[in-house]
């Protein structure tokens, strides 16, 4: 190898190890560069995730802040609600008081309906009737013997009428077979008409101090056998009872069709009407099923009449009287009993409800009151998010109710939704979940006196539903509330026996309630 061959290799040597040693610079100066990069990504999205915590904490804070003023808001909006009813009542009734004072166009008539000739005489009779109803109620019993006078004149109504009319009184008791003393905290009168605070323990038995003279009559729609029935009753009342009728326009309608023999039916013309019917009925009839029963109790939304419930449907937990296609004709014995007394009543209590917008002007913004005999609904309608419900009772926080809904079911609502929804047949509110996200949620028994508030909360994913009786649908946005407690005016319903016996008898035959075969027994007893 020559010299210059020499020079030349070691300079190609020498070029190749610069090469490698720049290259080798070149890699470890880019894996440095990545390493510093990625470090100071990781520094940032650290640094991100500590400011997030951060934030979410605080949101966090400002959402229970929120929370609690929004309790305090719904709090403060179900109290005002709740005064602002006391006061309409307490308003309505010194109305009334005043409008029994006022002379009539007439004259003045005393507790029989006799006229008098001044107002002395009519507050001395009016004292009189009162000395007479402390010492008529004596210890055993409340009677009712208020007088009431009609005071609409519209000539065009079918129903209401200028003439004086007498409502017929009762008297209730407590005890086994309608013995037993009465109980002033439980059950009221006010100018004959049922309000209760609180559930009696006892059976209750209604004998009449004045036979009833109007009826009013409720029947299922579109139904051959109801309609048949219906005019065979409307005719037995009114030619054997002497009873005034009252029907549905709906069925004074088929009546005049069948025939015109029913011209004396009477009937009402607008809304206003319904709200008087409490003060001209003395007892209703209901034919049809458990759904007629709740149509009569939505029908009034103060007092109700006594109710007698026959059976037409197809279950019937609130129908103990039964009429059977082979002997239609049964009814009769059944209003004879009823008509002649006494009888023995269940006190059906309802629950009344208001809905609170969150967007209320001021606290007594509400919307109108609505009466529930079964149960109220709360669910996710169509949303796909599952319900998110606070619930209060009397102000106190109860839980959070994540999954498709809520119930909130009275008595005898708990033989319906509340009982296959796995809530228990017993006497209270009940507070049952829909398909709740938490096995350990099970449902509760709480007492009659409670008020329960349903709110639905800012954070929640969807809008929940509210329906009362399975009708009468209302949205809740976040931040609206549902208030529920129970109503001071009951559904009373007569019995075929009583209270305890009629409902056994529907679990049993409408349930078949613990049916099952007995065992059988073929082998040697023991000694």
Known sequence: MSHQEFDSEGTLNNTRSQLASGLT???STFDSEKVVQEYLQQSVVKGVDDHLVEFSEALRTVAKALRRVAEGKAS??????????????ER???LQQEHKKLPSPEGYYDCKGKKTENLTDQCSLESLANDKSEKCCGRDGICSHEVLRDGETDSDSKMIHSRMRRKASFRLSWGCNGSGQHKHDIVSFERGNITTAVRSSKQISLRWKSQPQVVLI?????????????AEMVRWLKDQKK????VEPRVRSELLTESSYFNFVQTWEDDKEILLLHTKIDLVVTLGGDGTVLWAASMFKGPVPPVVPFSLGSLGFMTPFRIFLFDSENYREYLDAILRGPISITLRHRLQCFVIRDGAKDELETEEPILVLNEVTIDRGISSYLTNLECYCDSSFVTCVQ????????????TAY????GGSMVPGILFTPICPHSLSFRPLILPEHVTLRVQVPFNSRGHAWASFDGKDRKQLAAGDALVCSMAPWPVPTACQVDSTTDFLRSIHEGLHWNLRKPQLFDGPRES
């Open 76 to 89: 403060a909006k179900a109290e005002a609600a709740e005064w602002k009813r006391k006061y309409e009542l």
């Open 243 to 246: 009873i005034s009728i009252i």
């Open 25 to 27: 610079e070149s890699l």
């Open 403 to 414: 999954g498709d809904g809520l119930i909130i079911s009275t008595t005898s609502g708990s």
């Open 418 to 421: 509340s009982l296959a929804a």
């Open 92 to 94: 309505t009734r010194n």
């Open 218 to 230: 409720l029947t299922k729609p579109n139904s051959t056998t109801v309609r048949i029935l219906c």
